[in-house]
């Protein structure tokens, strides 16, 4: 999967978040980083974030560079334990819906 695709995927899944009436706000929006601070109904907060590990890529060709992906859930433990799994269940239904593979690496191409 190429990182834009991903990117695409994730900002679609922010915005199915607040049809859902939560609460977000895109806090880091820059290549390789994206965090987002996403508030349930009750009020409960949690920061879900994508990080790309650009250091550490393999070059592929002259135009292509490959790179692992992380992603997770930043959240208070205990009270923002039950939000923080619903999220990234969340997460993961919305990625299986629209892309049947997970992939832990990303491709990308070199402007």
């Given at each position: 999967?190429?990182?834009?695709?991903?990117?695409?995927?994730?900002?679609?899944?922010l915005?199915?978040?607040?049809?859902?009436?939560?609460?977000?706000?895109?806090?880091?929006?820059?290549?390789?980083?994206?965090?987002?601070?996403?508030?349930?109904?009750?009020?409960?907060?949690?920061?879900?974030?994508?990080?790309?590990?650009?250091?550490?890529?393999?070059?592929?060709?002259?135009?292509?560079?490959?790179?692992?992906l992380?992603?997770?859930?930043?959240?208070?433990?205990?009270?923002?334990?039950?939000?923080?799994?619903?999220?990234?269940?969340?997460?993961?239904?919305?990625?299986?819906?629209?892309?049947?593979?997970r992939?832990?690496?990303?491709?990308?191409?070199?402007?």
């Amino acid at each position: 999967m190429d990182l834009a695709t991903f990117i695409r995927l994730y900002q679609e899944f922010l915005k199915e978040c607040e049809q859902n009436g939560w609460m977000v706000e895109v806090l880091i929006e820059e290549f390789g980083n994206y965090l987002a601070a996403i508030t349930n109904v009750e009020g409960v907060e949690v920061q879900f974030y994508i990080e790309l590990d650009i250091e550490n890529c393999v070059h592929l060709s002259e135009s292509t560079n490959q790179s692992r992906l992380d992603y997770g859930v930043i959240r208070d433990e205990g009270k923002g334990d039950q939000f923080a799994k619903q999220v990234l269940d969340e997460f993961h239904q919305y990625w299986v819906k629209h892309i049947p593979k997970r992939y832990s690496s990303f491709i990308l191409y070199k402007q």
